[in-house]
């Protein structure tokens, strides 16, 4: 896992390789960025499984991708990762007996206080964008390892990056700031990406776990999937200048659907748009300087096992029984 950026090989994000055959489930696909790795994904052919707490407007976001992507295979679960205890039972829904990809983007993004809790207890968005992905991937490697080189793809955020986790107040009981809190769990999902790369790696595992973030992605320049996301003039004039560092949604997915499809992306990697990492085609980056603090991410996944109520060497077990 070279943390260097080598010179990356031509990648059409217009023309992606035929996924036929292929499953992924992209957590909160029925908005957003993981509306459009959904859309993308079900373009090339995969069979997508859209996991939304809302099935309603699941519904809605696969009715979309239906009338875009003719013969599309796109249906959905509920998934709520802010309830721990119902995430065997979404996983048993997904009815597969194995599972080529997860896309791990559903996430919380709180602007102003109070401080909330998930059903389980847990600071709402550490809770759901880390902890609840963390669960969810304890329950679904079976599946993955019963696939040829399944992936799993972490979507973290450029606000993680200046950020850096305190493993004494990972649930900011004692700092609660809205957006501090919200890339520290970016940042602590981003981790567990890594730390989760570095383990299957121990364990020969073909299942890749690739770290990929969005960029700057806006509302104001994503094209209007109605009715998932609509746009209005005034939004689309507004958003005009920012287009020249910035780019929509639909560009925001490109990472991740790399991650998903480019047999060249290896475990433990970063991606993200090429332009300053904000905007543009995917590309490789060099692993931020706070991803590659490896005693913290191995700290901060004994500690999110134990606040999980899991074995922290699940990936063993789940190799044993591949």
Known sequence: M??????????????????????????????GIGY?????????????????????????????????VPGASVRHVRLDLADLSSLEHSVAALGVSHLDAVVHN???????P??????DGHELMFGTNHLGHLALTHHLLPLLAAAAAARIVTVGSFAAKTERIDLDDLQSRRDYRPKRTYGRSKLAQMHAGLEL??????????????????????DSLTPARPPVHTRTPGERLRGGPAALVLQGKDAGAW????????????????????????????????????????????????????????????????????
């Open 255 to 322: 990472p991740a659907v790399r991650a998903v499809l480019d047999p060249r992306v290896a475990s433990g990697e970063l991606w993200g748009p090429r332009v300053f990492g904000l905007r543009g085609r995917p590309h490789r980056e060099a692993v931020w300087s706070n991803l590659t603090e490896t005693t913290v991410a191995s700290q901060l996944w004994y500690q999110s096992c134990e606040l999980l109520h899991i074995d922290p060497d699940f990936c063993r077990a789940a190799r044993a029984c591949s």
């Open 106 to 112: 559903a996430g919380v993004a709180l602007d102003d």
């Open 114 to 119: 109070p401080r909330l809790a998930t059903k």
């Open 197 to 218: 790369a570095r383990r299957l790696a121990e364990l020969d595992s073909p299942v890749r776990s690739v770290v990929v973030h969005p960029g700057g992605a806006l």
């Open 36 to 68: 459009f790795v959904a859309e993308q994904l079900a373009g090339a052919g995969a069979a997508v499984i859209l996991g939304s707490r809302d099935p309603a407007k699941a519904e809605a976001a696969a009715g979309s991708i239906r009338s875009r």
């Open 2 to 31: 070279n943390p260097t950026a080598p010179r990356n090989e031509p990648w059409d994000v217009h023309r992606l390789p035929h996924a036929g055959g292929r499953s992924v489930l992209v957590t909160g696909g029925n908005a």
